[in-house]
């Protein structure tokens, strides 16, 4: 059984930065992709961000230059660093692990708020 947990949504203010977190349970999880999706109110799920299982990651171009995504397999766990975050950036934001089979597990998501 695996399962994914996000953590580290916040409010936070335009320009400003959040680190989101998620930890993943079971053996599967290094050999596995990570990615992060968002999904704002009345839109579609998107991709944010990935990393590969050998630490190859791609990014949104709404992403890149702003956001890292990073993963620590001992700790079974993938950061997302958001830097300059803007209004638009505001959303749920989920994690997901790939296994090598294809198949997607997801979180349950964290809130995510850019306002003044």
């Known amino acids: 059984q695996v399962q994914v947990v996000e953590s580290g949504g916040d409010l936070v203010q335009p320009g400003g930065s959040l680190r989101l977190s998620c930890a993943a349970s079971?053996?599967?999880?290094?050999?596995?992709?990570m990615r992060w999706y968002r999904q704002a109110p009345d839109e579609q799920r998107e991709f944010v961000a990935g990393?590969?299982?050998?630490?190859?990651?791609n990014y949104a171009d709404s992403a890149k230059g702003r956001f890292t995504i990073s993963r620590a397999n001992a700790k079974f766990t993938v950061h997302l660093q958001m830097n300059s975050l803007k209004p638009e950036d505001t959303a749920v934001y989920y994690c997901?692990?790939?296994?090598?089979?294809?198949?997607?597990?997801w979180g349950q998501g964290t809130q995510v708020t850019v306002s003044s």
């Open positions: 997901a692990l790939i296994t090598t089979s294809g198949y997607t597990y």
């Open positions: 990393i590969s299982s050998g630490g190859i990651t």
């Open positions: 079971g053996s599967r999880f290094t050999l596995s992709t």
